[in-house]
């Protein structure tokens, strides 16, 4: 401790931290750069400068054992083609095969849907007093895109976004997690992926059903049913929820300062910054679980194998020796984040999250110049692996 009269702490699953972790993480990148919790038994490390260097190290920092922290702390064994959850060589052979499925080309390819989904979500609403940025549209739209891209039909779509939401809950305490959440998670895709082997489509989940991955001798395999499950509840999953709490967390920035929101209004050719930079004010993902694989040094200590770390890109991005003013919501900023990660990990998805949010605010901002948000009747969505709003609605009249 020090230079404070109360001993900072930083605790994952405490909901007042996690309603506003910002003023916990400052203190801990001035006090504890390399931070200790003995109730879970995990470090962390706050500054922009070591956590961009912590993310891409992944021969120090591992993510085979989970990414998020109820995954990692459990010691729940995390099942192969979850790529999020692997460590090379075998998260560069699936990576690569991803990649040749998820890029930007065909993301870019489904702008005009994604239109089209914003705008049946928001004309209903133009008479109303106001809408939900979250269950109206952040939970609604991307749910139809990933469930489009994959080749799930709409009937489908909200029971396996419910049933991942249940999955993804958390409460106050570690060691609440499902032992079966993999097998549960990856289930739910079962039927739609058995009626897709004999009903081919211009979809991803056809693409895998079809891809090959080459292995590390050279040799071609098609991919094990199991592991084209894996992959299409990933995407699913990742898809549909980071892109809800960015909408969330956007409309939330525009409602609080109006002038920024104006020139937005103005002139749509800014929206592309007000996503980056609410993407690094308010991230959606802002904590990623790392397991240590080899001694480290770190702040005169030694972090030893087998530690659990938290690498918070969150307070990075937050960070006052990186950014100028970095409390300050500013659309104009620039600079970058590290809130889609960096090296292997960096996101496969994030041209879709970027062109969603925009998309999903020229239609917003079209309609309505106006809105103030609703905080009597808002709340916060409690899950293990995202951060930000389960409902923001917000007055337009």
């Given amino acids: 401790m020090t230079g404070s009269a109360v001993e900072v702490y930083y605790d994952p699953y405490d909901h007042a931290i996690d309603d506003d972790p910002y003023p916990v993480w400052r203190r801990m990148r001035s006090e ?9 038994n995990f470090y962390a ?30 010691g729940i064994e995390v099942p192969p083609g979850i790529l999020l959850f692997e460590d090379p060589p075998l998260h560069d052979l699936h990576r690569r095969l991803l990649s040749r499925v998820f890029t930007p080309r065909r993301m870019l390819a489904v702008e005009d849907m994604v239109r089209e989904y914003c705008c049946s979500a928001l004309d209903p609403l133009q008479d109303a007093d106001g809408f939900d940025f979250v269950t109206d549209l952040g939970a609604f739209m991307p749910m139809r895109t990933i469930g489009y891209l994959l080749g799930i039909p709409e009937e489908g779509q909200q029971q396996i976004r419910d049933i991942n939401d249940r999955n993804i809950t958390v409460g106050n305490e570690a060691g609440d997690i499902s032992p079966t959440i993999f097998a549960e998670t990856i289930g739910m895709f079962a039927e739609y992926i058995e009626w897709r082997a004999t009903h081919p489509s211009d979809d991803l989940m056809t693409d895998l059903l079809n891809a090959e991955v080459e292995e590390a001798d050279g040799t071609r395999r098609p991919l094990e049913r199991t592991e084209v499950l894996a992959y299409t509840a990933m995407v699913a999953g990742a898809g549909n929820e980071t892109t809800a709490r960015l909408i969330g967390f956007m409309g939330q920035l525009l409602g609080e300062h109006p002038d920024q929101r104006h020139e937005l209004v103005a002139d749509p050719a800014l929206i592309p910054g007000a996503v980056e930079e609410t993407l690094r004010y308010e991230p959606p993902s802002p904590v990623q679980a790392r397991y240590v694989a080899r001694d480290v040094e770190l702040y005169g200590r030694t972090v030893t194998e087998g530690s659990y770390m938290l690498l918070l890109n969150g307070s990075a991005n937050r960070d006052d020796a990186h950014f100028p003013d970095p409390d300050r919501f500013d659309i104009h900023r620039g600079g970058g984040h590290l809130s889609f990660g960096q090296g292997i990990h960096f996101c496969l998805g994030s041209a879709l999250a970027r062109l969603e949010a925009r998309v999903a605010f020229e239609e917003v901002l079209r ?5 103030t948000v609703d905080y009597e009747n808002a709340s916060r969505a409690r899950t293990s692996s995202v951060r930000g709003w389960a409902r923001l609605p917000v007055r337009t009249r």
Avoid: E
Avoid at 32 to 40: F, G, Q, T
Avoid at 63 to 72: E, K, P, R, V
């Fill in 32 to 40: 504890a750069p390399l931070y200790y919790n003995d109730k879970y």
């Fill in 367 to 371: 309609r309505w110049p106006d809105w």
């Fill in 45 to 74: 490390l706050s500054r922009y400068d070591d956590v961009a260097a912590a993310l891409p190290d992944w021969q120090t920092y591992r993510s085979g054992h989970g990414t998020t922290a109820d995954i990692l702390f459990s």
